[in-house]
């Protein structure tokens, strides 16, 4: 079954980081655009970040500019999403998905493949 697999939630402290990871099985990700997402309890879903195929592109969230980085390696067939200074407001499951080559603007567009999502918890 082709699929994205996320890894790398938790608890962590107010301030502290966390990397996930967006690993694909049994498909290449050198031609598919990576985006996070995240859900919090009793909210939408929101579009965070993503990365172009080529890794050239990138783009983020006001929620996030200046405090998450997005990267991938596709030798590795992984794409990775670092969070740093991270707050409360953060909590949330953490969902990445694949689209053809590019980023869609505002996030929004139909996405080939998703992952079953990680749980991110900033609590004190």
């Known amino acids: 079954q082709l699929q994205l697999v996320e890894s790398g939630g938790g608890l962590v402290q107010p301030g502290g980081s966390l990397r996930l990871s967006c690993a694909a099985s049994?498909?290449?990700?050198?031609?598919?655009?990576i985006t996070w997402f995240r859900q919090a309890p009793g909210k939408e879903r929101e579009g965070i970040s993503c990365i172009s195929s080529s890794g050239y592109s990138t783009n983020y969230a006001d929620s996030v500019k200046g405090r998450f980085t997005i990267s991938r390696d596709n030798a590795e067939n992984t794409a990775y999403l670092q969070m740093n200074s991270l707050v409360p407001e953060d909590t949330a499951v953490y969902y990445c998905?694949?689209?053809?080559?590019?980023?869609?603007?505002?996030?929004?567009?139909?996405?080939?493949?998703w992952g079953q999502g990680t749980q991110v918890t900033v609590s004190s």
């Open positions: 049994k498909f290449s990700l050198d031609t598919y655009a």
């Open positions: 998905a694949a689209a053809a080559y590019l980023c869609y603007d505002a996030f929004l567009g139909v996405y080939d493949y």
